[in-house]
């Protein structure tokens, strides 16, 4: 490991890597550069490599010199195979999804009113849930004895009701709700919303509201699920997050296309042994803006990326964009490698590039050509790779 990301030290030990090798380098963030985006130090990063990889899909939103700044300066600056899935399902699947195409919401708060107003615009069914929930019947004048709401969000919640009507979007909100006793002994009962006693607070939502959602989804071709439903687990009634999972699991088996969003969703997924029965599960980051439609500088200042890009044609634009890109810039005994490269991970499909299957074998290699003068005219490359999962690079 590197005792800096730039500086002489860096350098030497970057030219002494031997083929194969990997250097990790030590934090940006520990560089003013790297937050505030110096061209300065953003040069100096580039300096250490021939192309550029970015595989942390978390990073995106970020406009620092290791994510875009780097980016700009280094071709071919790609996206990874991991944030390549990202993207195929965030973006693609949503994009082009197989009808009914359902979402599922949940959460504590109604800030991502932005990111429900989006969906309208996509969906065919809009589940709500978590203790956001309580902000839209309180708009509506119901009693919901003592749980939480955000008064300043009265507005909005009437405004999400009025479009998903005008919409003709599905919407469904729970009826009934596992409520808490608000101190000892912490009792719970199930009440519908306009039986929650005061003194009370929900905590999830209710059997009822459960049997309603299963159904309401069961028939969808396309699903995403944003957002804890309730409580995991509340004195042996059924968790609504547990129920929601191992439907999505069940869809998924039928060959329903199931995506979840969101680091608590995710974990309980993993830690039920869930995981692997979802089509995808995102790693976090950038969720909520990216379905917003917002551009994520990180993604724009890769070679892949164009505004065009989000139709059914832009597989072949990137590829043809790419071998562009790398017949212009890249020195001539390198081309043939750097253009396979960017092209597998850029324009393969998800079954036809797998980690481990990039082949960048220089044309003296691919002829079969054994003999060790050829092989010793072999272009070095050096690598940018920027993954907060190196592991799973």
């Known amino acids: 490991m590197a005792p800096n990301c730039v500086g002489e030290d860096v350098e030497q030990m970057v030219a002494a890597i031997p083929d194969g090798g990997v ?35 978390c990073t995106t939103l970020a406009a620092h010199a290791s994510i875009e700044g780097v980016a700009k300066l280094l071709k071919p600056a790609v996206a990874g195979l991991l944030m390549k899935q990202e993207f195929e399902y965030l973006v693609g699947a ?16 109604l800030s991502m009113r932005k990111t429900i107003e989006a969906l309208l615009d996509k969906v065919d069914i809009l589940l709500l849930g978590g203790t956001m929930i309580f902000t839209f019947w309180k708009a509506q004048g119901c009693r919901i004895g003592s749980s939480l709401v955000e008064e300043s969000m009265f507005g909005p919640a009437k405004s999400i009701l009025q479009m998903a009507k ?5 919407l469904v909100i729970p009826l009934d709700f ?8 912490h009792d ?29 989804v069961s028939d969808a071709k396309t699903v995403i699920w944003i957002g804890s439903i309730g409580a995991y687990a509340t004195d042996g009634w059924p968790s609504g997050t547990e129920k929601i999972a191992k ?10 296309t199931t995506i979840v ?10 830690s039920q042994g869930l995981a692997d029965k979802i089509s995808h599960i995102s790693m976090g980051g950038p969720i909520l803006p990216l379905l917003e439609g917002r551009l994520l500088p990180g993604l724009v200042a890769l070679d892949d990326y164009s505004d065009d890009d989000k139709g059914e044609d832009s597989r072949d634009k990137r590829k043809k964009r790419s071998a562009e890109t790398s017949a212009s810039k890249t020195p001539a005994d390198k081309k043939a490698k750097l253009r396979c490269l960017s092209n597998l991970i850029m324009s393969a499909d998800g079954n036809e590039c797998r980690r481990g299957d ?15 003068s050829k092989q010793g005219e072999i272009p070095k490359l050096r690598w940018l790779v920027f993954s907060l999962k190196s592991q799973k690079f």
């Open 23 to 57: 250097l990790l380098l030590e934090s940006v963030r520990t560089h003013r550069g790297e937050v505030e985006n110096f061209t300065k130090f953003s040069k100096k990063l580039a300096s250490l490599a021939d192309l550029y990889v970015n595989d942390a899909f």
């Open 94 to 109: 949503v994009a082009h999804n197989k009808k009914p195409f359902a979402a599922i919401v949940g959460g504590s708060k």
């Open 166 to 170: 005008k919409k003709k979007v599905h």
């Open 178 to 185: 596992l409520v808490r006793r608000i101190g000892p002994p």
């Open 188 to 216: 719970v009962l199930n009440a519908t919303i306009a039986l929650i006693p005061n003194g009370w607070r929900g905590a999830d939502v209710g059997p009822a509201s459960i049997n309603m959602f299963t159904t309401t």
């Open 247 to 256: 439907c999505l699991a069940d869809l998924s088996g039928k060959g329903v």
């Open 261 to 270: 969003a969101g680091g608590a969703s995710r974990g309980y997924l993993q």
């Open 358 to 372: 990039v082949e960048t074998l220089h044309p003296a290699q691919k002829a079969g050509k054994s003999d060790k």
